[in-house]
Each structure stands twice: as C-alpha cells, then as structure tokens.
C-alpha cells in the first residue's frame, strides 16, 4: 500500500464519498493518480465505486478500509487478485515450439 492510498483512505472516511477530482484536490495528487489508485483499493475490496451515467465514477470507503485506518487490518492480507487471462489471449502450444 502507498502512502497516497491512506490518504485517499482518511479522506473519504472524514468526508465521505467523492469523484476522483475531487479526492485528487485533497490528497495533492493527479485526478489520473487517484483513479488508478481508486481502482487498485476498489479490487483490494477497501473503497468501493458507484457508476453514475457512463462518465462519473464515484468512490466511498468499505467497512475492509475502515478497518484498516482502525489499525484491525494488514493491507498485506488483503492484496487483488490479478483477472483470469481471456482465452483468445492465450498463445497455442505451436507458437513456442510445444506440439
């Protein structure tokens, strides 16, 4: 976990939900930072994010980041795990000179 994370953390449990920007002003990060990060604590499962219409994503802090900033949770026993490989995505064995 990185230190803008905690801080992304505190600022929505202080103040609760908000755009990326908006988290972004607080935290003196790029709205690019905080939407990557966002999206690595939302599959980590400590913020999660409402869909607003197709453009605006916002993003509220989980009872797992709550616990963390309570000190009650290891961010190291909570890490995303990575999405399964689509199957067009896989290279047949022939390409690398199996088969």
Excluded: K, N
Excluded at 73 to 96: E, H, K, N, S, T
């Amino acid at each position: 976990m990185e230190s803008v994370d905690e801080r992304i953390l505190e600022r929505l449990a202080s103040e609760g939900d908000g755009t990326a920007f908006a988290i972004s002003l607080d935290v003196d990060r790029t709205r690019f930072h905080v939407l990557h990060r966002c999206r690595v604590l939302a599959e980590a499962e400590f913020v999660e994010r409402e869909q607003r219409g197709q453009l605006e994503e916002r993003w509220a802090i989980s009872t797992w980041g709550l616990l963390y900033l309570a000190g009650e949770l290891d961010a190291d026993l909570r890490r995303p795990v990575p999405g399964m490989r689509p199957g067009g995505r896989i290279r047949p064995g022939w390409y690398a000179g199996f088969g």
